[in-house]
């Protein structure tokens, strides 16, 4: 082969990469337009793509540094932009803004934009970790809140209101989840926890004991069942108890960190 030839799989990973990208510029024109449950389709699609391009990549043995600029690049304008844009118009009443005064509006939009930001700075952390040596202790958790996870965080109430909303149940607590001051706090929250240094939960390295096998199995199967028989209110409670994760893997990652430096000691 030339020097100057490459193999065509070596652009497949970096396309599906593009097309997350694109669901997530997509989200964001669907925001602007008041398309909130479509907006919400197209981050889904954006999470699928990123979830696929880096296994295809090894699939295909494919990786290459353009790829992983292009994967951080796409992961802020999924995760940090996009969301950040659907909370603003879905807090602000759309486009126009409709019922908000301005004074409300420039809130929303500045904790908005602190959590797009919080997601940058995030990323920018991730790639520069990835050349440090990583603790023992560390292996099973995340620094801070993973921008996907960040993004499905943030975006919870929206999900919940909307699944609520379609369904025509609980007004009072759409009204809630719509409140724009809960809005603005889950920006400022959720990318509090994104820029922190919090160990938060890795599901990658988890290993489950044979004899809790079939249990798993039945709760997966079970999740599997309600994604299918209600779709958008499943996805709003896992958002639920993926934010009731933070304080328990914070106990967890402190015994874990005890038990490695208990018997670091013990062997000096």
């Not at 996009?82 to 904790?111: I, N």
């Not at 993973?146 to 993004?151: D, F, Q, V």
């Not at 007004?171 to 160990?199: I, K, T, W």
Request: proline share 6%.
């Amino acid at each position: 082969m030339r020097a100057d030839m490459i193999p065509l799989r070596i652009i497949v990973p970096n396309l599906v990469t593009s097309m997350a990208a694109c669901a997530g510029i997509t989200s964001i024109s669907l925001s602007s337009e008041g398309r909130f449950l479509h907006a919400l389709i197209a981050l889904l699609v954006a999470c699928v793509c990123d979830g696929m391009d880096g296994r295809i990549a090894r699939l295909l043995k494919a990786s290459s540094k353009l790829g992983a600029e292009l994967d951080s690049l796409a992961d802020f304008v999924n995760f940090g932009v996009a969301p950040a844009m659907f909370m603003f118009f879905w807090l602000t009443g759309g486009p126009a803004h409709e019922g908000y005064s301005p004074q409300m509006v420039r809130l929303v939009l500045g904790c908005s934009l602190f959590y797009a930001l919080c997601d940058c700075f995030r990323l920018a952390r991730f790639n520069t970790m990835l050349e440090q040596p990583t603790l023992p202790y560390w292996k099973h958790f995340f620094t801070g809140v993973p921008a996907p996870g960040g993004c499905w965080m943030v975006l919870t109430p929206a999900v919940l209101a909307l699944a609520l909303d379609a369904k025509d149940k609980y007004p009072a607590l759409q009204g809630a989840l719509h409140n724009p001051y809960f809005g603005m706090f889950m920006l400022l929250f959720v990318g509090a926890l994104m820029a922190s240094r919090l160990p938060t939960i890795s599901l990658k390295s988890v290993h489950i004991s044979r004899k809790y096998q079939l249990p798993v199995m039945a709760a997966l199967l079970l999740v599997v069942a309600l994604l299918i028989s209600n779709f958008w209110m499943t996805v709003g409670v896992m958002g639920v108890l993926y934010v009731l994760t933070v304080p328990v893997t914070g106990l967890v990652f402190l015994r874990v960190r005890a038990r490695a430096l208990d018997e670091t000691a013990a062997k000096v």
